[in-house]
């Protein structure tokens, strides 16, 4: 199946936008700025959604996960893959197998959207992205124009 190029977008990367103490801060809004001049079209998952609310989920957060969560919901240029027990399982699968790697489950998730989704850039600043064969964005030295 042919997908638009998308890019992912990651909770790291959402964080570090929330958080103006994050190191990773001004990265997220320079990129955050790019994609909106260029109107690029990202793509994320209900397992996001979900780290994003599990990690803001202390009360004085909560309410920033509630906007964040609508935010993404509501945008015409961010797609959310649902969950389904069939992603579930081929996630689980990756998991299971890759006992060599510190990957979460909503990683392997990730992974396995990002492939087949034919997607090769992620807004993060998580390593594991990297391991699996992917660029995080807010990792790279230089903003290129690659993206």
């Known amino acids: 199946m042919k997908h638009a190029k998308f890019v992912f977008l990651d ?6 936008l929330i958080n103006t103490r994050d190191q ?3 990265r997220a809004v320079v990129w955050q700025e790019r994609l909106a001049r260029e109107r690029k079209q990202l793509l994320s998952t209900e397992f996001i959604l ?3 609310a599990d990690g803001l ?3 004085q957060f909560h309410k920033h996960a509630v906007q964040m969560i609508n935010l993404l919901k509501e945008n015409q240029f961010v797609e959310i893959v649902s969950l389904s027990s069939e992603l579930f399982e081929d996630a689980f699968k990756l998991y299971k197998k890759r006992t060599d790697k510190g990957w979460g489950l909503t990683d392997c998730t990730s ?8 997607i090769t850039d992620a807004l993060t600043t998580d390593e594991h992205f990297q391991q699996a064969g992917f ?3 807010l990792r790279e030295d230089a903003m290129i124009d690659r993206c």
């Open 111 to 118: 992974f396995i959207v990002m492939k087949r989704y034919s």
């Open 135 to 137: 660029r995080a964005l």
């Open 11 to 16: 909770t790291a990367y959402v964080y570090a």
């Open 50 to 52: 979900v780290e994003i």
């Open 57 to 59: 989920a202390a009360v």
């Open 24 to 26: 990773w801060h001004e």
